[in-house]
């Protein structure tokens, strides 16, 4: 089975206050607004092609070698995604990591809700 990549990223608001986690993979998007509020799937907001798969995978790639960064324009395809998410805060990259392409969105949203209740709240599943 293959693996697929995701990065972690918190949405800060003007004061530098954590707003939403997001986590984004190719072809999926998750968001958790608030680390009592439900995971929602927002991958609507990007239109997936192979091409934008192929980028956005590159660029996880990079980010993972920098570390903990704030996403700007080095990174296009994640800068615009994060920017239709929540256009009023400034996306903060945290992490990185991997996880087996079968059942990857329950994977994902499971591994969003751990980040969420380590930061101080216990999400609800939908």
Do not use: K
């Not at 995701?6 to 707003?19: A, N, Q, S, Y």
């Amino acid at each position: 089975m293959s693996a697929v990549a995701f990065g972690r990223f918190t949405l800060l608001d003007l004061r530098g206050e954590p707003t939403g986690q997001v986590i984004i993979a190719p072809e999926c998007i998750l968001l958790q607004p608030g680390p009592l509020s439900r995971v929602r799937d927002v991958s609507y907001v990007a239109l997936w092609s192979a091409h934008r798969v192929e980028a956005i995978a590159a660029e996880l790639a990079r980010l993972a070698g920098i570390g903990s960064t704030v996403v700007d324009a080095s990174t296009p395809e994640l800068h615009a995604i994060l920017h239709a998410i929540a256009p009023a805060t400034a996306p903060m990259f945290v992490g990185a990591g991997e996880c087996r392409r079968q059942f990857a969105r329950r994977r994902l949203t499971a591994e969003l809700e751990r980040t969420a209740a380590q930061n101080g709240g216990v999400a609800r599943r939908r």
